[in-house]
């Protein structure tokens, strides 16, 4: 059954996840505006390619010739020649998108620094060097990205980055995914994330495993960036969900990733049981206690919700959930789940398979 549950959960990642990459990873169009690349912009590269020790996945091996726009991972403007695309994901990520990984332990990953000849590349919209070791003697590239202004899509997800978050990355205004996710044991951290506000078009933000703890009124910065689809808060040592908004912005929100925090309240209280778009909501692993509240009620869309790993008391729901609809994951593993299983089951749509996912778990946690 637990299997099961991991499988549907990790299918929901992918299908976002492919979502966003999809795009990344098409095949280049073949560039227009009178062939060859520019001749700077090839330098820079170069340079780029200079910092990188070494590269067992052969990523870089065609990096040779005159015509920089038919590199692996290079995409050039068909109309202007420049450069526009940077894209040297580690490949072998792709095997295992879940699992914990440390580029810095795996061969196919490309090792060395990040150049700073890539600021030069005035024109580049997409950056990815993801999950690859790269992280320099002093993470100072992150600082300078601040000037890459062109920038619309960015992750540097699994580099072992360390010290604090630049907040020049808030110049970076026509942003719309940033992902700076940190694997294992994150040394990079951040005091203050109000310059995310200053990113309008932000669509898709991961800062799982970097370092938050004591940001106090982090829901209200998000909150001002109403354009935000998925949301990954995983492992940040947040320490509180339960700041009351207004009214929330956030009327696209459909993924909402905050396990593995440490928000020691009542589940009740949750800033995100308003955001009533939302698809996924992960909880778990928070010490979260009490009751869910009504307003989960009206979240029509909610296909999972994550409350496994949280304090053991009452996780019972008592509220009105028949319109969960869309309910197909209800994790409630290792929670206690006091009281009576009838008035649980009573309390759910009929309209989903939730109802029999549920016994099982409840039978599987009374070992019947
Ligand atoms: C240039 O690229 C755009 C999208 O990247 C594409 O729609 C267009 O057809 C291309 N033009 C040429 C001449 O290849
Ligand atoms: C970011 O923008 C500010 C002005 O808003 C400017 O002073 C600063 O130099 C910029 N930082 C970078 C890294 O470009
Ligand atoms: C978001 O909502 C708050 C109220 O909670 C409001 O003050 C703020 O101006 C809104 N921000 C945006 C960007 O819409
Ligand atoms: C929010 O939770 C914290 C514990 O994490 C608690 O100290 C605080 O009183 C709670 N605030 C509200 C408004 O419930
Ligand atoms: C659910 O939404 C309806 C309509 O927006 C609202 O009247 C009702 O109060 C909401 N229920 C809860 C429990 O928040």
Redesign the pocket.
Known sequence: MRRTINLLLALISISIFSFFTNDALQPQHPHAHGGGCIPAERAALLSFKKGITSDSANLLISWDGQDCCRWRGIGCNNRTGHVVKLHLRSTIVEDNPWGYYDPCEHDNSLFGEISPSLLSLKHLEHLDLSMNCLPGPNSKIL?????M?NLRYLDLSGIPFAGRV?S?L??LSKLQYLDLAQTGNSMMYSMDITWLAKLPFLQFLSMSGVQLSGIADWPHTLNMIPPLRVIHLSSCSLDSANQSLLHLNLTKLEKLDLSSNDFEHSLTYGWFWKATTLKYLDLGDNRLFGQLPDTLGNMTYLQVLDISRNENTNMMMTGYYKNLCSLEILDLSVNGINGDIAVLMKSLPQCTSIQTALLELYHHRLGI
Do not use: D, E, H, R
């Not at 600082?143 to 000037?147: A, P, Q, R, Y």
């Open positions: 600082n300078l990205m601040g000037s202004t630049p020049q808030g110049n």
